[in-house]
């Protein structure tokens, strides 16, 4: 069964960092895109950092110049490096990819959510 699973959320202190890492596993021919979203109390979800089909990357302009999205293909495993974080990045994020599955169907997928906390 296809899933996608995060770790390496916690707490930090405002300036400091923290690698969120989403692993694709199961059924899985490739995948087509793949990215980070986040929550926060009482918002809307909203977009991070993506690949887009080609590779393309894109950035929320909140983190722009301080989050980088990367990928290791043979581990099938997205990465979020967080540097600089500030209060207001505190969220539960998301991974999300949508994966052509060896059945031959293209389907969007959610990891389980990782929290990430910046305080002092």
């Known amino acids: 069964q296809v899933q996608l699973v995060e770790s390496g959320g916690g707490l930090v202190q405002p300036g400091g960092s923290l690698r969120l890492s989403c692993a694709a596993s199961?059924?899985?021919?490739?995948?087509?895109?793949m990215g980070w979203y986040r929550q926060a109390p009482g918002k809307q979800r909203e977009l991070v950092a993506t690949?887009?089909?080609?590779?393309?990357?894109n950035y929320a302009d909140s983190v722009k110049g301080r989050f980088t999205i990367s990928r290791d293909n043979a581990k099938n495993t997205a990465y979020l490096q967080m540097n600089s974080l500030k209060p207001e990045d505190t969220a539960v994020y998301y991974c999300?990819?949508?994966?052509?599955?060896?059945?031959?169907?293209?389907?969007?997928?959610w990891g389980q959510g990782t929290q990430v906390t910046v305080s002092s």
């Open positions: 999300n990819a949508v994966l052509r599955t060896t059945m031959g169907t293209d389907y969007s997928y």
């Open positions: 199961g059924g899985i021919f490739s995948i087509l895109t």
């Open positions: 690949f887009t089909t080609g590779s393309s990357t």
